[in-house]
């Protein structure tokens, strides 16, 4: 199962290499929100990495660890992309629901809604099995 879960990371982790180099190209200025989620995730993705080869499940909380808080760099990007399509005015709470109203309606990029949707797939995966590694 610590190979599937490891396919779901190297998949969430080349869309958001699509979405850096898109960032890039159309030269949009790097905010530290975004080198902190890229660097996050690519420490996750080491850790997981190392947790399948080594077999250690200390590496597997360190995965997790490290993409609940890169998650969360994510997320603040959604919603500031979410605000500035719009939703400035509304609660965090509420900018979410127009940010998934968004990626359901096909508003946002593709990659953009598959990367924030697939994000709740790896992290859940990641959870379950170093939840699972550990009891058993």
């Avoid at 902190?36 to 990495?49: I, M």
């Avoid at 605000?83 to 309606?105: D, E, I, P, Q």
Wanted: hydrophobic share 55%.
């Amino acid at each position: 199962m610590s190979y599937v879960v490891l396919v779901a990371w190297l998949v969430q982790a080349t869309v958001g290499v699509l979405l850096l180099t898109g960032w890039f190209r159309h030269g949009r200025v790097r905010p530290p929100v975004v080198l902190t989620h890229v660097g996050l995730s690519v420490l996750g993705l080491a850790s997981w990495t190392a947790y399948v080869l080594a077999g250690q499940i200390l590496w597997a909380w360190a995965a997790f660890a490290l993409i609940t808080v890169g998650n969360g760099f994510g997320d603040n990007m959604l919603l500031w992309r979410t605000r500035r399509m719009g939703g400035s005015h509304l609660s965090t709470v509420n900018t979410y629901k127009l940010a998934l109203r968004s990626m359901f309606k096909g508003r946002l990029p593709f990659r953009v809604s598959f990367h924030a949707v697939f994000a709740g797939v790896v992290y859940f995966s990641t959870l379950a099995l170093c939840i699972v590694e550990t009891v058993s």
